[in-house]
């Protein structure tokens, strides 16, 4: 699959730099930068999702510490 995306000229530089130094690919490293950030994107988008499911059911959240003494920890 083929993408298109605008970098800055900061981004561009130093990405330029990065793979004339190493001899790989520009998309070498925005596909390594894509899997690196991948996984924690999605998993704030769930987290996100599970937020805003606690919150649409009413439920009531409460400070570690009141939780802890609670549970005797």
Not at 26 to 37: D, E, T
Not at 62 to 69: F, I, N, T, V, Y
Request: proline share 1%; hydrophobic share 40%; glycine share 2%.
């Amino acid at each position: 699959m083929t993408i298109s995306i605008r970098l800055t000229l900061d981004e561009e530089e130093r990405l330029e730099k990065l793979s004339q130094r190493t001899g790989r690919s520009k998309s070498f490293y925005v596909r390594a930068a894509l899997r690196a950030h991948l996984t924690d994107l999605e998993d704030a988008f769930v987290a996100d999702e599970a937020v805003d499911a606690f919150e649409a059911a009413d439920r009531r959240s409460r400070p570690l510490s009141e939780l802890k003494a609670e549970s005797d920890l």
